[in-house]
């Protein structure tokens, strides 16, 4: 058995802000009625947090769930705890009409410290100012060529997450706009 | 002469010299000074040729406007041609090269063109070049291409860097004159989050030159508590060197910040393109002053009337040491005072209007001696490459000579333009403004945002308020409807006091004389970087072109880098009283983002060298990189082509890969290729209906290929489905596919079939994919260990779940080149673990990669069609003779109708058959099959087309695939395919399964 490795091998970067590759991150992705009580039931069991808001991330400890679209959440995990979680999941979810599918190896993360919001704002058309982004809001947009989300997960720590085919890429922009001038 | 003056100047640092080199020639400035202001303070009037005639050209007006003076700035990785003078800011060993001349700006050859000018009206191009037909190609088109463009085009990479930022801003005021800085501060104290864009380098736009008091306190101290005021505010950004260059649907607009222009060693990008969403914009751009419209009036020394006090105010610079001022407003006279005041003469101030009570502007130049000479107008200008003198005329007249005045500029002044470019981009209309004779916006039609509701506000002068008196209010009321249309509550209070010395109504003048002979209007510009003067636009009216747009493109007018700037008004006034209309019915020509050029490299962004487009990369991207992968560009991934050896050549490659894969054992990276998981308790349903044959039957733990047509019939992607259990499918697509067939699943699914219960989730890049094949590929699987893959365990088109090596996998029996093989899915982060254990476990074997090219001749050898190579978007399974494919039993699928239609149901339609050289040649890709006679149009009829071909190593021959009509029933036929070069090939037509017919091979 050969350990997992992520797509950059923990690239790490210090600029205006240290763009570092998160280790490995399980990633479930959930699709179904997001007011069904099973669906809540399923994703409170697997992170003990209640379903965000449009636009937000729940978040407690190494669990999160972000909320992706009207049908859509994303859970976060544990790494190791990924296949465990979706079988539990889908236990409590039975013949309800939901999707719970293991995504964490689709995906690359990366954590901005220090002053990310003058990085994020060269790449993503977000509003990432204090008010209009403080901490638990999330947002599913692009960074300059690629689909992209972010969260803001204290005032000064972002989350990155990008397809895994891209990670240098993101890496590479993410590391451009954060050269000190 | 022009020269530096021995005091003043409000911008410039004396203590600090900048030497600079302009043709090759050491000048000196100060720091502040503008490229223009420090070329006019060495006597560099003249600063390059127009476009047509190459005639002489000086340096006009003091800011974007500016038709003339532009340049070639810097060298190699910093050179760009077409830049302005005017807005160019001075810095230590700038470099500059003046245009379109050969061999030099003072003698140009060029320049012939000038006495061929009445050779050359408008349309001069179009009623040339017209015949005879054949000379456009080898001499027209040749010629006119080394005569276009001023610059020359940059041969050497950019140096420099550049980047985007995003923005967002409850009230975006562009201009950072007195209007913009007055509405900023209203919309600022209400709480909005304000951007203020200034395009120049110095806050305050015109006022601090013009003059005037707010709350009886001089406008220029205004400026500076203005801004002192909304720096220390939080939620107030100004950003200037940074243009309002375009407005967009929904308050989106471009701005253009120019970082290190002024100074070219400071780190950073060079530029910044702000992409900003406002909720409310205000456009405070100021007015632009029009030239007038005399003979001689393109001569360098002739300059506007602001321009000339704004060197004299800002640079301490004279454009010259007797200026002439010629006007058919007051505001020129501020000009002839601050010539005057600097002890140069003023020989006279012609007015074009008649007798009248003068203003108070009037009154003082009077008193300090200037002549002012009422109801007169220049008849022309002397000289050529300098202004020497003028011929003194009766405006009201033809222009029969009254007087020589020697002089050495010409301040000319014909009222203002409010420059309403940004209020037109987004479609704000325009009313004529019959006393100021002016354009102005139309506050009624403003643009509107995403609610149907007016976001755009223009404030100040860019509104029509020339003056102090009213503008200030008209500014504070505008910043405070901003902010109150963005949802903030203004403060209440009088608006701020503005006042300025009263002025006389202005005279429409559009010609000078009113009654100009032809030879002077033949000489009267409009538009002074493309060489349109009022004869042309007289011409182009008399000619039939009516439309201002279309008198636009005749006479090439505002078409130049200006765009027009200084020449649309005048121009379209000439047109209008050619035409015997009034002006507002001519209309304007549509403004256009952006306000000026803005650079490539700002649109680019980030987007460049290792960054200029994202690059796909599989978990196995840095094995293939370091084993000597020729990379193929698939959609955004890069493929391995073909691994070379070192030694070898890359066709040396692909054969050797091709055949070790059926002899041995190869392994290919699929992990490109789409993998979309489909569940639900309709997803079979759902898949029957997107592929052509039938998925819902399929077992669990089984796999079946398919095909996918689009709403109009044809072949659209194809891939092996496996059922997962019983409401789940994984959908394998081509690489290229796997996105676009992903948002086609949810696309019929979010609009068409919404009710049906399906979800569907893109797990391309979740999963590395290997494609283990040759006769060893059992082999190494069982060496690896971990599951059973024998024939009994994991048949043919099987797949099941089980561990290679100690790794997670799930293995599909499935084949794409005919021999036995495996594909076998892994974790991304663990697909370089497998694929190493494979490489290792495989060396008895004989393992090799292989790369996308053996690939293709594999699949050809089988007479496997190729998604993009036997499709086009034109092509139906049936004619790739896949009928086997397409279910009959079902009622319906995505396509089935449109393939019933006549034309997709016509037995004549190209079919696809092999094809087999006589001598055993390959045949050019791309190869068309003629038949006998020709077309309407001349050309030879045909009966195929070749759709792969390749050189097969395992058959040591060529083969191909063709499209040919009623191909399968001429089997053994004989086909000739001429090549371009004159070959001539013979091919026979065969089955399109050249290798293993019985597929033997696969199933063992």
């Not at chain 1, 990085?119 to 599913?140: E, N, Y």
């Not at chain 2, 340096?59 to 077409?82: D, M």
């Not at chain 2, 398919?706 to 659209?716: A, D, K, P, R, V």
């Amino acid at each position: 058995m050969s350990e997992p490795v992520t797509a950059l091998g923990g690239a790490q970067f210090t600029g205006t802000t240290t763009v570092t590759e998160a280790a490995l991150t399980g990633m479930i992705t959930l699709r179904g009625d997001l007011s069904a009580a099973k669906l809540k039931k399923a994703a409170k069991d697997a992170t003990g947090l209640t379903l965000p808001s449009q636009g937000h991330i729940a978040q407690k400890g190494d669990a999160a769930i972000a909320w992706m679209s009207p049908d859509e959440v994303l859970l976060l995990c544990p790494y190791d705890r990924v296949g465990a979680t979706v079988a539990a999941m889908s236990e409590t979810l039975g013949d309800s009409f939901a999707m719970v599918v293991d995504v964490s190896d689709a995906r690359a993360m990366f954590t901005l410290s220090g002053d990310a919001t003058a990085v994020l704002s060269k790449l993503a058309p977000v509003d990432v100012s204090d008010a209009a982004f403080p901490p638990g809001t999330f947002r599913r947009t692009r960074l300059a060529q690629v689909a992209a989300a972010f969260w803001r997960a204290e005032d000064d720590t972002y989350h990155v997450i990008c397809f895994r085919s891209v990670a240098q890429y993101v890496f590479d922009i993410l590391k451009n706009a954060a050269q000190p001038r | 002469m022009s020269t530096r003056l021995a005091t003043g100047g409000r911008l410039i640092d004396r203590c600090t010299t900048l030497k600079f080199r302009f043709n090759g020639k050491l000048m000196r400035g100060f720091a502040g000074d503008t490229l223009a202001s420090a070329l006019l303070a060495n006597d560099q009037m003249l600063v390059g040729r127009s476009f047509k005639y190459h005639r002489p050209r000086g340096i006009v007006a003091s800011g974007p406007e500016e038709p003339n003076a532009l340049v070639n700035l810097g060298e190699e990785g910093t050179f760009e041609p077409n830049q302005r003078a005017t807005t160019t800011e001075l810095f230590r060993e700038l470099q500059a090269t003046s245009q379109n001349h050969w061999p030099m700006l003072e003698f140009d050859i060029g320049a012939l063109n000038a006495k061929l000018s009445r050779f050359m009206p408008a349309g001069f191009y179009y009623k040339t070049f017209l015949y005879p037909r054949h000379f456009w190609k080898y001499l027209y088109e040749p010629f006119i291409r080394q005569a276009a463009g001023l610059g020359k085009a940059p041969k050497a990479r950019d140096a420099d860097s550049y980047e985007h930022s995003y923005a967002f801003c409850d009230v975006l005021i562009i201009g950072g004159g007195i209007a913009g800085l007055t509405a900023a501060r209203a919309a600022a104290q209400t709480g909005a989050r304000v951007m203020v864009l200034e395009q120049t380098a110095h806050w305050g736009g015109r006022a601090p030159v013009d003059g005037g008091t707010v709350d009886d306190t001089p406008v220029d101290k205004v400026v500076d508590s203005l801004i002192a005021e909304l720096s220390a505010m939080d939620n107030v950004t100004l950003l200037n060197r940074c243009m309002g260059a375009g407005v967009y649907d929904h308050g989106y607009v471009l701005g253009y910040e120019r970082l290190r222009d002024h100074a070219p060693d400071a780190p950073g990008p060079r530029h910044r393109l702000w992409r900003i969403r406002a909720a409310q914009i205000v456009t405070a751009t100021g007015a632009i002053e029009r030239p007038l419209s005399f003979a001689g009036n393109d001569i360098p020394g002739v300059m506007l009337a602001s321009a000339v006090r704004d060197y004299i105010t800002n640079f301490a610079v004279s454009p010259g040491d007797r200026t002439v001022v010629v006007t058919n407003n007051d505001d020129a006279y501020r000009t002839a005072i601050a010539v005057k005041n600097t002890g140069l003469d003023v020989p006279a101030i012609i007015d074009a209007r008649p007798e009248g009570a003068p203003g108070p502007l009037a009154t003082e130049a009077e008193a300090q001696g200037i002549r002012i000479l009422r109801g007169k107008a220049i008849a022309k200008v002397h000289g050529t490459q300098r202004v020497t003198g003028i011929t003194l005329c009766a405006q009201a007249g033809a222009g029969a000579p009254l007087e020589e005045i020697a002089c050495d500029a010409v301040a000319m002044s014909g009222g203002w333009s409010p420059v309403v470019h940004l209020w037109s981009h987004c479609g704000g209309k325009l009313t004529w403004d019959d006393t100021q004779a002016c354009f102005r916006p139309d506050v009624d039609k403003a643009p509107i945002g995403a609610d149907g509701i007016a976001n755009h506000r223009p404030a100040g002068a860019a509104n029509g308020h020339l003056h102090m008196s009213t503008l200030m209010a008209d500014a504070h009321t505008a910043g405070q409807a901003a902010a109150k249309a963005s949802g903030f509550k203004p403060k209440t209070g009088a608006a701020p006091a503005g006042a300025s010395l009263d002025e006389a109504p202005l005279m429409p003048v559009w010609r000078m004389p009113q009654g100009a002979a032809q030879d002077l209007r033949a000489k009267s510009w409009l538009d002074f970087q493309n060489d349109v003067k009022v004869s042309d636009v007289e011409l182009a009216a008399q000619e039939g072109f009516e439309s201002v747009e279309h008198a636009k493109r005749y006479t090439t007018l505002g078409m130049a880098t200006d765009q027009g700037k200084l020449s649309n008004i005048n121009g379209l006034a000439i047109l209008s009283d050619a035409l015997g209309q009034p002006i507002p019915q001519t209309g304007t020509t549509t403004f256009r983002p952006p306000y000026t050029p803005i650079s490539m490299g700002a649109i680019a962004g980030e987007g460049r060298g290792d960054i200029f487009q994202p690059l796909r990369r599989t978990p196995l991207h840095d094995w293939h990189d370091a084993n000597g992968a020729h990379w193929e560009p698939v959609g955004h991934w890069r493929r391995p082509y073909a691994y070379v050896r070192s030694g070898e050549k890359l066709h040396d490659a692909v054969m050797r890969e091709t055949k070790n894969v059926r002899e041995n054992l190869g392994l290919l990276d699929a992990s490109t290729l789409g993998k979309l998981l489909v569940k639900g308790p309709d997803a079979g349903r759902f898949l029957d209906m997107l592929y052509t044959n039938m998925m819902s039957t399929l077992k669990p733990g089984k796999c079946r290929y398919g095909l996918m047509c689009n709403e109009n019939g044809f072949l659209m992607d194809d891939g092996v489905v496996a059922r997962i259990d019983d409401d789940t499918w994984l959908c394998h697509t081509t690489t290229g596919g796997a996105d676009h067939i992903h948002q086609h699943m949810e696309e019929w699914l979010q609009t068409e079939w919404w009710d049906w219960k399906v979800h569907v989730a893109n797990l391309t890049e979740h999963y590395a994919q290997i494609a283990v094949v040759g006769p060893h590929a059992r082999d190494v699987l069982e060496k690896l260990g971990g599951m059973d893959v024998s024939a009994g365990s994991l048949g043919f088109m099987d797949w099941k779940d089980g561990t290679l090596g100690g790794i997670d996998v799930r293995a599909y029996r499935i084949s794409f080149s005919g021999e036995l093989s495996y594909e076998i899915a892994v974790k991304a982060s663990q697909g370089r673990a497998l694929w190493d254990a494979l490489i290792d476990a495989g060396q008895e074997f004989g393992v090799m990669p292989y790369g996308t090219e053996a690939l293709h001749i594999l699949r050809a050898e089988k007479g496997f069609i190729m998604i993009g190579d036997e499709t086009d978007g034109t092509i139906i399974p049936q004619d790739l003779n896949l009928n086997w494919a397409i279910s009959k039993k079902k009622e319906d699928f995505l396509g089935k109708r449109a393939q019933e239609r006549t034309h997709l149901a016509d037995p004549t339609r190209w079919k696809l058959v092999g094809l087999e050289t006589v001598d055993g040649s390959t045949i050019p890709d791309g190869s068309y099959i003629p038949a006998d006679g020709t077309n309407a149009n001349g050309q030879s009829n045909l009966q195929g087309r070749v759709t792969s071909t390749y050189h097969s190593p395992n058959l040591g021959r060529g083969i191909a695939m063709a499209l040919v009509a009623d191909g399968p029933a001429r089997m053994g036929e004989t086909l000739m395919i001429p090549e371009p070069s004159g070959v001539t090939r013979y091919a026979k037509i065969v089955s399109p399964v050249f290798y293993d017919p019985e597929g033997e091979k696969q199933n063992v």
